[in-house]
């Protein structure tokens, strides 16, 4: 008995060898007690069950953080300490970001339940000799499938008879126009998108029908394949997030490294070791910036918000700062940098050439000759090539949801639109000129035939479409600009068609001529006998918007690749009009799938690097092609929308899928998505990501001096044998109510000029520069120098000790106002940016003052927090330290220029 296996090339065997191969019958089909044995063996035509973690677990490990596991430890000691109202602070704290991260989880998941989704159809199965209808998941290897125009293939088919079939492979492999399929062997290693004589799961029959042995199901389809890469890539940390996890740790180890100082000082210098551990604890308790998980949490989210007014969805809160620190951008070609709608672009005929503007299926455009709309004459060249194009055609064009579309075949889709911006619109011409036979095309005939019967019973006419090498060899004329006829001259058509094609277009050749017998309407009647009307020359072409976002993100130091399916002329044609190629392409710039597998792995990182266009690529090459980048230290953000797309999607530090034309594959494996599909939208989303970095950054820079402050001061009082100058429940008041009121206020601070025209972070380069370093060091010396000399100065004057405390916390609070100001703009000064750019800032401080007051003089806040009234004099004071700080972090920015 042969064995049967999935994993054989199909395609490179003969029809009868797959039938037996597959122990099947070309006839019949299989058997009902057969399908059922091995149903069992193959197991259903799904693709399988990812295990996750259960939602306990999920949740669990939003704690998994060192900042995190500080503050759980700090809160639980304040809680055994009996300080209730720090304890549950902190801890609250804690609980909503872990919250706020479970809700942000398992987009690979969703991923993979949507492809679950796209392979439970219905399929016409023969067994036993009858045609049924099965659902897809109980077919198996060996069963006889029939497929139609409107099908969704249900498995992986080898064809063993086919009638016109057409399919359209672009969710799978990227090819923009449907692919004429065959029974032809094919050399083993053809790649999936060359392969003619084989069918996908998951690709749509546009056109004819066709039988196919079925030869692979569930798991071990090329869909399947795409599972399990999408299965296997990796979430990959941000680089927000890889920063904040080094800085926290830092960050963690320095707060217990001085915590433990603390101890150790105070048990030397004979205190009770019970005090000192309280003492500690206050420290890290100050030491450690709370606010900061909320604000980045809050700051992410504002930026999700503005990026959701700018038609980009946010659908994971770290992508928003990843698109600010991208470095390449690669993008999906068709339907992501171009319309995914073929549109004629020149029409050529012996006398002429004429333009065609407009886009798309709707007819918003014109012909024109030599810069005017060209006149189409009653038999003229132009004329006929257009009627040929339009009468010679079995699509329509359908104006539902206030979107023209294609239905049928999208290059004939694109005939009907040209000929209509001349005039010649699909009805009128169906009406003059009525279809009495036609002969459709075929891979083998390469051409469409139909013959039509004029309405007033004249003479019959035959019009054809094609191949130009195909339709040349029935002619033997050529019409001229007035509709005369003379002899062909057909290598200048080839020159012509050669020139069109080496520009990226897709060339078809018109033929016309009179029959005075309907019936010898037949492919043997027409050699020599049509008149060659001229070629029409299609692309799908690019985005405007795109070729201008291109250009932006260049200019923003971002560097784009488009990747594609179609094939390496066709890219290069479509690349040079984006702006992705100059006139000087060299070698390297556009590698073909089949360059890129013969590429050493040494190699490969440095070639993909420099190119810049990647055509015939699968998807498993479109998932390394992101690794090699990201392997260059690069941070990648992919683009796309078909389920070729998904495994790269995932890979990427930011995938990017189209919101209305992408498959819901592409749309749950990405991070974001664009809501209007349009490349442009990348642009805005980037300058939003560039922003939320800088507000984040100016949040810690502006955070870290206050809470090294806090813990400096602690650490001097237990070496001095003091008492401390603030309390620890007086600097939890001032690390929550400031996070809050002053520090949050910078997640609306407006862009500033120049964003777009600076080049990406280096995702080398740390979270903090050197020089934003000693700026925090600055700022906090001079914290605690004014407190402490605050403090004494009170004390030494009289005021007790609660007052003097009281006058140390608002001057923590006072110069954190002033600091803030100072925030806004970490290179320039305040009023470069202006002051009521952001109003937030002023309501926030307004709010903060009316909190200082409160617990300055309201008693019961005095019993809570052990602070007591101060008088004017003392408030002239801070006010006096607070601007002398702030002119010199003012000094120290003018000298530093410290970039971000």
Excluded at 35 to 55: D, I, V, W, Y
Excluded at 190 to 206: I, K
Excluded at 270 to 284: D, N, P, R
Aim: net charge negative.
């Amino acid at each position: 008995m042969v064995e049967i296996t999935l994993q054989n090339p199909h395609h490179g065997l003969a029809t009868h060898e797959v039938v037996l191969l597959l122990e099947t019958d070309a006839q019949r089909g299989l058997s009902g007690h057969e399908a059922e044995r091995r149903l069992h063996r193959f197991g259903p035509n799904l693709l399988p069950q990812a295990k996750t973690a259960g939602s306990l677990v999920r949740f669990a490990w939003q704690f998994n953080h060192p900042l995190i596991y500080v503050l759980l430890g700090a809160g639980i000691v304040t809680l055994a300490l009996g300080e209730l109202v720090d304890a549950s602070v902190i801890i609250g704290v804690v609980l909503v970001n872990a919250a706020i991260g479970f809700v942000q989880e398992s987009r690979a998941e969703a991923a993979l339940d949507a492809l679950r989704a796209m392979v439970q159809t219905s399929a016409k199965v023969r067994r036993d000799g009858h045609v049924r209808s099965l659902p897809s998941e109980q077919l198996v290897p060996g069963d006889l499938v029939l497929i139609e125009a409107g099908d969704k293939v249900p498995a992986d088919l080898r064809l063993l008879a086919i009638g016109e079939l057409q399919v359209d492979e672009s969710a799978l492999t990227g090819e923009s126009v449907p692919v004429v399929k065959d029974e032809v062997v094919l050399p083993a290693a053809t790649p999936v998108a060359d392969r003619r004589n084989m069918v996908y799961s998951g690709t749509l029959v546009t056109h004819g029908s066709g039988t196919g042995a079925v030869v692979a199901t569930g798991a071990e389809t090329e869909l399947g394949e795409i599972h399990r890469l999408v299965g296997a890539a990796d979430t990959l940390a941000t680089p927000l997030t890889r920063k904040l996890t080094w800085f926290s740790k830092v960050l963690t180890v320095a707060i217990l490294m001085l915590a433990a100082v603390t101890f150790g000082v105070g048990v030397l210098r004979g205190e009770s070791a019970s005090e000192m551990f309280t003492a500690a604890v206050a420290l890290a308790v100050g030491a450690i910036p709370e606010g900061l998980p909320a604000a980045v949490t809050i700051t992410l989210a504002i930026g999700v918000s503005r990026m959701a007014r700018r038609r980009a969805v946010v659908r994971r809160l770290a992508a928003v700062e990843t698109l600010g620190s991208t470095t390449v951008v690669c993008s999906d070609k068709t339907g992501t940098l171009t319309e995914n709608q073929m549109t004629v672009r020149a029409v050529w005929t012996p006398d002429d050439s004429f333009e065609v503007t407009g886009s798309g299926y709707a007819a918003d455009g014109a012909v024109l000759h030599r810069g005017r709309p060209a006149t189409v004459d009653v038999g003229s060249a132009l004329r006929w090539t257009l009627l040929a194009g339009a009468a010679c055609n079995d699509a329509r064009l359908d104006p539902s949801d206030g979107t023209w579309r294609v239905v049928g075949d999208p290059t004939e889709g694109a005939m009907l639109v040209v000929a209509a911006k001349a005039g010649l619109h699909r009805d009128s011409v169906r009406a003059s000129l009525p279809r009495v036979a036609a002969i459709p095309f075929s891979s083998d005939r390469q051409y469409m035939a139909t013959l039509h019967q004029p309405a007033d019973d004249s003479t019959s006419t035959v019009l054809v479409k094609g191949g130009v090498e195909r339709v040349l060899e029935l002619c033997g004329y050529e019409m001229a600009a007035d509709g005369h006829t003379r002899c062909l001259d057909a290598a200048r058509v080839l020159r012509a068609a050669d020139e069109l094609a080496h520009e990226g277009l897709r060339v078809l050749a018109t033929a016309a001529g009179p029959t005075e017998d309907a019936r010898a309407f037949e492919d043997e009647s027409f050699a020599g006998a049509l008149v060659f009307t001229g070629l029409q020359a299609m692309l799908d072409p690019p985005r405007p918007a795109a070729i201008a976002a291109v250009r932006t993100l260049h200019g923003a130091g971002i560097d784009v690749k488009m990747i594609t399916g179609d094939h390496a002329v066709t890219a290069t044609a479509i690349a040079a009009q984006l702006g992705l190629l100059d006139d000087r392409c060299r070698d390297g710039d556009v590698l073909t799938g089949a360059a890129l597998a013969a590429l050493p792995s040494e190699a490969y990182p440095e070639a993909v690097e420099r190119a810049s266009v990647f055509a015939r690529v699968s998807p498993e090459q479109k998932l390394r092609l992101v690794e090699g980048l990201q392997a260059r230290g690069h941070v990648v953000a992919m683009t796309g929308d078909g389920v070729n797309d998904a495994p790269a999607l995932q890979q990427a530090d930011i995938g990017i899928a189209m919101g209305r034309g992408g498959t819901e594959v592409a749309k749950e494996a990405a991070d974001m998505v664009l809501t209007d599909d349009d490349f442009a939208t990348i642009e805005a989303a980037v300058e939003e990501g560039r922003g939320v970095f800088d507000n984040l950054t100016k949040f810690i820079v502006w955070t870290l001096p206050t809470n090294m402050a806090e813990g400096l001061v602690i650490l001097v009082a237990i070496m001095l044998g003091t008492a401390l100058p603030i309390l620890p429940v007086q600097i939890l008041w001032i690390n929550m109510t400031t996070a809050v009121a002053l520090g949050l206020m910078l997640a609306f601070e407006p862009k500033e000029e120049g964003l777009m025209s600076r080049p990406p972070r280096d995702p080398r380069k740390p979270l903090l520069t050197g020089a934003l370093i000693l700026r925090i060091l600055l700022v906090s010396a001079l914290l605690v120098g004014g407190a402490w000399w605050l403090y004494e100065w009170e004390r030494d004057n009289g005021a007790a000790i609660a007052e003097a405390r009281t006058a140390a916390l608002n001057l923590f609070v006072v110069v954190e106002a002033f600091y803030l100001l100072s925030c806004r703009s970490l290179t320039g000064s305040m009023w470069r940016v202006g002051v009521f750019s952001n109003r937030w800032i002023v309501g926030g401080i307004a709010f903060q003052a009316i909190g200082q007051l409160t617990i300055t003089y309201l008693p019961v806040m005095n019993d809570a927090f052990q602070t007591a009234p101060i008088g004017g004099s003392v408030w002239l004071r801070i006010f006096a330290l607070a601007s002398a700080a702030s002119l010199v972090v003012a000094i120290d920015k003018r000298a530093r220029r410290a970039p971000l």
